[in-house]
């Protein structure tokens, strides 16, 4: 064995099978700052003693969690950039000029496809980002590290395509704005993982961080209700919808939940996997009908284009 791997990854390879009984990730002795980031996140995400050692032993920090990096990032300097051109960072739904930019999902505009991802990038205020972002990094960077980009990029997207479709089709009139459909789907997978695997999580605190995050998250979503039945600012247009939170959670409770606690494990294998993505997948295709043919059928009055 090389001498560059730790004592957990020679004592999985001597039991075999990966079967480790008796000792814990917590003996290892004398790791670095980087290293004991990596037990803490393997604490934070994984179930199995088996999978937090063997991921402990295998992850090099290559490719780094650039993802959810990368979109919060970008979310933030579109905020500051219609902060500075809107002259205002809270409350920005009440400005006459917030809809009237390319982002943001207006149902007039509802052919314009790339508004169904891309309204993640506008946010109504400072609060709402200031929410969004802080359960996006505190889970989101920690899953992106033990699952990788692209299951929880899979996760993240479903879940931003299922809140603007659940709008345009239960909440007609509304726009949407805000990456809280995403964030949802993070948080509500990894909420329900631990909770389906309550005795095998060894994070610290994990009632009280459970009682938080259900606290932030209930929070956005309060403020996202009163604000949709608040009285609009610019009438006959109404504020941002509050539906998109539910699509978020709905993804996260069943594609989320299956892609989290495969860890390792091939998902084109996993047969819950391919009836949740079936089913998400067909109802993305209703939502596309009756995008194409309910507005007209149904005489649906709409706002005003932005």
């Not at 001498?3 to 917590?26: D, E, M, T, V, Y």
């Not at 300097?77 to 400005?95: A, C, E, I, P």
């Not at 980002?129 to 993240?156: C, D, F, K, S, T």
Request: aromatic share 14%; hydrophobic share 45%; with cysteine.
């Amino acid at each position: 064995m090389s001498n560059k791997r730790s004592n957990s990854f020679r004592r999985a390879i001597l039991q075999g099978s990966r079967q480790l009984r008796g000792c814990s990730l917590r003996d290892e002795v004398g790791l670095g700052l980087s290293q004991r980031l990596v037990r803490h996140v393997a604490y934070e995400t994984l179930p199995r003693e088996v999978d937090r050692k063997w991921y402990f032993d295998s992850y090099t920090y290559c490719p780094p969690p650039w993802l959810i990096l990368t979109i919060t990032i970008a979310e933030v300097v579109v905020f500051m950039y219609y902060g500075f051109q809107l002259d205002r960072l809270v409350l920005q739904v009440s400005s006459p000029s917030f809809l009237k930019s390319p982002l943001p999902y207006h149902p007039q505009l509802r052919a314009q496809a790339w508004r169904y991802l891309s309204y993640i990038f506008m946010h109504t205020g400072i609060e709402h980002l200031g929410l969004n972002m802080a359960m996006q990094l505190l889970v989101g960077v920690p899953l992106e590290m033990v699952h990788g980009a692209l299951r929880i990029g899979l996760v993240y997207m479903c879940g931003v395509l299922a809140g603007s479709l659940a709008v345009s089709v239960t909440d007609m009139t509304a726009p949407v704005v805000g990456s809280s459909g995403g964030v949802y789907a993070l948080v509500s997978a990894h909420l329900a993982n631990v909770v389906m695997n309550w005795s095998g999580m060894k994070c610290q605190f994990k009632l009280f961080r459970m009682a938080m995050a259900l606290v932030c998250m209930s929070v956005e979503f309060g403020r996202a209700v009163w604000l949709r039945f608040y009285p609009p600012a610019f009438p006959p247009c109404p504020n941002p919808s509050f539906v998109a939170h539910l699509g978020g959670v709905l993804v996260g409770l069943t594609l989320g939940v299956v892609v989290l606690q495969n860890y390792e494990q091939r998902l084109q294998q996993q047969t819950l996997f391919w009836i949740f993505f079936c089913v998400y997948t067909l109802f993305v295709l209703c939502a596309v009908f009756w995008n194409v043919f309910a507005y007209s059928l149904l005489d649906v009055r709409l706002p005003p284009p932005p």
